[in-house]
Structure formats: structure tokens, C-alpha cells
Nanobody, 124 residues
Framework: QVQLVESGGGLVQAGGSLRLSCAAS????????MGWLRQAPGKEHEFVAA????????DYADSVKGRVTISRDNAKNTVYLQMNSLKPEDTAVYYC?????????????????WGRGTQVTVSS
């Protein structure tokens, strides 16, 4: 079991940056692949980025590739999402999620544990 709490969301102008954090509790965090997913108003959940259990492998959605970096600190039980060059279309609720496996996945359904989300709003 993993409990996840996101922080760091907010309102930012287009072109700006935000760093999201996800604090995890539970003994299985260091063996779990982690991901960030988002949901814009009226849309389905969408994959953003993922990182494997050790941090040696990452995966990104094409829509954010080159602008977003996912990282983790297993000693602190924390996952980060650094977002740069933000666009209005990045506006969404961002969720931190954990898999029951150590490998990454770009499928929303592959994530078993979810946080409550943090709102990111990018103004034009």
C-alpha cells in the first residue's frame, strides 16, 4: 500500500515553470514505478511522465517531452515533476500515481495508487 500527497501546483503565466512534488508513505515506495498523470476539464486522464523504481529509466508523453523532467529521491520517498515552458494547454489537475511494479508504463490503467491531485493553471 502506498499513500501519495501532491504539492506545488498553482497559477503561472505561459512560459513559466512549476515544480510538483509527491510525498509517498508506505514500505513499497522504493520498489514502485511512479508516474504523473493529468486531467483537464472535460477530458480523460492523460499520461504525462513516469520513472522506474531506481530512477534509471523515464518515459514522457510527446506533448511534454523536452519541457518536463521527472525525478525521484527514494531516501526521501518523494517524486518530482519539473515543468518548464508551460502552455495554457498544460492546465489540468496533476496526479501522482504508483504502480505495483517497478517498470514504467504510459497506460493510465497501469497505476494502482493515486493521490488527490494538485491544480496547475497556466494563463495566456
Amino acid at each position: 500500500q502506498v499513500q501519495l500527497v501532491e504539492s506545488g501546483g498553482g497559477l503561472v503565466q505561459a512560459g513559466g515553470s512549476l515544480r510538483l512534488s509527491c510525498a509517498a508513505s508506505g514500505r513499497t515506495f522504493s520498489s514502485a514505478a511512479m508516474g504523473w498523470l493529468r486531467q483537464a476539464p472535460g477530458k480523460e486522464h492523460e499520461f504525462v511522465a513516469a520513472i522506474n523504481w531506481s530512477g534509471s529509466s523515464t518515459d514522457y508523453a510527446d506533448s511534454v517531452k523536452g519541457r518536463v523532467t521527472i525525478s525521484r529521491d527514494n531516501a526521501k520517498n518523494t517524486v518530482y515533476l519539473q515543468m518548464n515552458s508551460l502552455k495554457p494547454e498544460d492546465t489540468a489537475v496533476y496526479y501522482c500515481a504508483a504502480r505495483s511494479y517497478g517498470s514504467t508504463s504510459s497506460y493510465v490503467q497501469a497505476y494502482d495508487y493515486w493521490g488527490r491531485g494538485t491544480q496547475v493553471t497556466v494563463s495566456s
